[in-house]
């Protein structure tokens, strides 16, 4: 698989992951690059923001989670609390 080859060679400090991606999901893909970047950090994006979509995207080991009917200032916040975390 293309994406965890590059993870692999370069690998990322944070991921935007979609939950629908065309050939794998999104999830089963967090899955796998978790298994060998457990560091990496990645935030799961979906156009439901259901408890049950949330809740399956941690136990495949995604870190945050958020909507896509979320504004871009929602999406800063989250990006600069994971750097914040990061820093500290």
């Known amino acids: 698989m293309e994406a965890i080859s590059k993870i692999v ?47 399956t995207a941690h136990r495949n080991g995604a870190n945050y989670y958020i909507s896509k009917d979320s504004t871009i200032g929602d999406l800063f916040s989250l990006v600069e609390r994971i750097i914040g975390n990061q820093i500290n």
Not at 13 to 40: A, H, S, Y
């Open 9 to 55: 060679l370069l690998p990322p400090d944070l991921i935007f992951m979609d939950i629908q991606l065309p050939g794998i999901n999104g999830l089963e893909l967090t899955r796998m690059i978790k298994v060998r970047n457990p560091n990496v950090i990645i935030v799961m994006l979906s156009n439901h923001d259901l408890m049950e979509y949330r809740e």
